[in-house]
């Protein structure tokens, strides 16, 4: 998967104005995820930009018909939204900053190149993880070391699964025990996606600023 982030600090201009006492200034920043899915094949993927409802035709509205889409909740396992005659089989389902999902190019001879645009999260952000596997991403494009960088609340028996694009398989689990990683600490990069079995309900909080 490659993927690139380019990010403007852009003044979107007076929110209200306050009279004599003052105003205030909305400043957002903005910016584009690139995502390439080689032919026939899957990336582990994240939205981490806001637009809209982050509906699937918000975040993707256009790409070529059999793309599809695999979300994963632990209650119903995997689902598959088809784009099919322009338009998502599923069209309000989403694809939120703090979620993951699969995409899938079927072209068997071109690579599929989608382009996310939207405003970063900032602020206090929270995704939910429950006891079990959970399909998640950082909720911001950052990319780092799950916990020193991106603050990943690590717990004794948490396992990280990472897929590979260019073999189109898992790397080998990655467990979290005594304090340390077995294979050293996650490289989790910008529009990636990854599972996580937890060993306990927790949230991962952080406060994310572009400033």
Same mark, same amino acid.
């Given at each position: 998967?490659?993927?690139?982030?380019?990010?403007? &600090?852009?003044?979107?201009?007076?929110?209200?104005?306050?009279?004599?006492?003052?105003?205030?200034?909305?400043?957002?920043?903005?910016?584009?995820?690139?995502? &390439?899915?080689?032919?026939?094949?899957?990336?582990?993927?994240?939205?981490?930009?806001?637009?809209?409802?982050?509906?699937?035709?918000?975040?993707?509205?256009?790409?070529?018909?059999?793309?599809?889409?695999?979300?994963?909740?632990?209650?119903?396992?995997?689902?598959?939204i088809g784009f099919e005659f322009g338009e998502w089989g599923t069209p309000t389902a989403t694809l939120k900053?703090?979620?993951?999902?699969?995409?899938?190019?079927?072209?068997?001879?071109?690579?599929?190149?989608?382009?996310?645009?939207?405003?970063?999260?900032?602020? &206090?952000?929270?995704?939910?993880?429950?006891?079990?596997?959970?399909?998640?991403?950082?909720?911001?494009?950052?990319?780092?070391?799950?916990? &020193?960088?991106?603050?990943?609340?690590?717990?004794?028996?948490?396992?990280?699964?990472?897929?590979?694009?260019?073999?189109?398989?898992?790397?080998?689990?990655?467990?979290?025990?005594?304090?340390?990683?077995?294979?050293?600490?996650p490289a989790i990069a910008v529009g990636e996606g990854f599972f996580v079995n937890k060993a306990a309900n927790a949230s991962w909080d952080r406060t994310f600023?572009?400033?």
């Open positions: 998967m490659r993927t690139q982030l380019i990010l403007t &600090t852009a003044a979107l201009g007076v929110a209200s104005s306050l009279g004599a006492f003052g105003q205030v200034y909305s400043v957002n920043a903005v910016g584009y995820i690139n995502i &390439t899915v080689p032919a026939k094949s899957y990336v582990l993927t994240a939205n981490q930009l806001n637009v809209g409802g982050n509906t699937l035709k918000e975040v993707l509205p256009t790409v070529p018909d059999g793309t599809v889409v695999f979300k994963y909740t632990q209650a119903s396992g995997f689902a598959a900053p703090g979620e993951g999902a699969f995409l899938q190019n079927n072209n068997p001879t071109a690579p599929l190149t989608v382009t996310l645009v939207g405003e970063v999260p900032q602020g &206090t952000l929270s995704t939910a993880l429950l006891k079990g596997l959970n399909l998640i991403s950082s909720q911001v494009p950052q990319a780092g070391k799950l916990v &020193t960088d991106l603050k990943f609340p690590a717990t004794e028996g948490d396992v990280v699964y990472q897929w590979n694009t260019t073999t189109q398989k898992y790397n080998d689990p990655n467990g979290f025990e005594f304090g340390e990683w077995g294979k050293g600490e600023s572009v400033n």
